[in-house]
């Protein structure tokens, strides 16, 4: 039998929790994934909506997550990047779910703990990998990748206006010597930091880096992709973004079930769509959450279902 959890979470506040669970439309004997388990607050509610005979699959790559899983036997813990989720699943002999939700970004565990090396305020090793076991390190992209090289990532992931000027500067300091560790970095683009904006220049340094060493966004394609396979018809993708670049990927998936977001149309106008959107804008956080875990403000929820028809054709236009 299941046994209760409470719904206390040190680890993470989880974000647009009533609406994003709500929208997953969950059912007693379903089964579900949780892409992002963390700190298990999103996995707790959906256990809460579950029966006897329903199941719920929980992904984290990171060990630290292991002391939130719920002493549940409805909850399977599946220690995978998400990239990963096809294969996991027919692991454990699951090869159709009703629902996949995901809560995408850094918990508040990883920027409340310093030795991650997540946060610009203080001083940490220059790490933010969210799979210690992984081999490359923000100090490493940070020393080794060349001017070129840089300035992609600062531009592409950071979006940063002059990635190519805050690229030299981190040149020019590692000459003298290596950048290890967070503040060392804050230092050595000191003098391309806007005064006026400096922790939103910051934030987005840090997020290139973070997305760089943690292949984010190639991760985020290849889950979106295997989402299509995993859920049955009628099943229900969820999705918490927290940048544009997440959003972006999402928002055309789930439009046209490409990332450029091209519909395609057959010879008599009808389109060709693997979802149906449950809404045509993104829901954010209400004022209230927003008062209380100010680490919200920039989330986006999205959810849509899987057409029932094989090939998800729908007369008209989308829009």
Avoid at 160 to 181: F, G, M, N, Q, S
Avoid at 296 to 313: F, P, T, Y
């Amino acid at each position: 039998m299941p046994i209760a959890v409470s719904m206390e979470q040190n680890y993470h506040i989880p974000v647009l929790l009533e609406e994003s669970v709500g929208l997953l439309g969950v059912e007693p004997s379903g089964t579900y994934v949780d892409l992002t388990f963390g700190g298990g607050g999103h996995s707790r509610r959906i256990l809460s909506m579950l029966g006897p005979e329903g199941r719920l699959y929980g992904f984290d790559q990171d060990r630290d997550t292991l002391e939130n899983v719920p002493r549940d036997s409805r909850f399977h813990y599946v220690e995978s990047n998400f990239r990963f989720l096809r294969g996991a699943l027919r692991l454990r002999g699951v090869v159709e779910v009703d629902g996949i939700l995901a809560d995408l970004g850094v918990s508040s565990h990883h920027f409340d703990v310093p030795e991650r090396g997540f946060s610009f305020r203080g001083s940490a090793p220059l790490d933010m990998r969210m799979n210690r076991r992984g081999h490359l390190t923000a100090a490493d992209v940070v020393n080794g990748y060349d001017e070129a090289s840089l300035t992609h990532v600062l531009g592409d992931w950071g979006e940063l206006t002059t990635p190519w000027k805050v690229a030299h500067c981190i040149i020019r300091a590692r000459e003298t010597a290596p950048i290890t560790t967070t503040d060392a970095l804050v230092a050595a683009v000191a003098p391309c930091t806007p005064k006026k904006e400096e922790a939103k220049f910051l934030t987005k340094l840090f997020q290139a880096l973070r997305i760089e060493v943690n292949g984010e966004l190639e991760a985020l394609k290849m889950a979106l992709e295997q989402s299509l396979k995993v859920l049955r018809p009628g099943g229900r993708l969820v999705v918490i973004s927290y940048h544009s670049l997440e959003d972006r990927l999402v928002k055309n998936f789930l439009r046209s079930g490409n990332f450029e977001g091209h519909v395609d149309q057959d010879f008599y106008g009808r389109t060709r769509i693997p979802f149906t959107l449950l809404m045509r804008k993104a829901v954010t956080p209400s004022a209230e959450e927003l008062s209380r875990n100010p680490r919200s403000r920039s989330a986006k929820l999205r959810a849509a279902v899987k057409c029932a028809d094989e090939d998800g054709i729908r007369e008209g236009r989308t829009s």
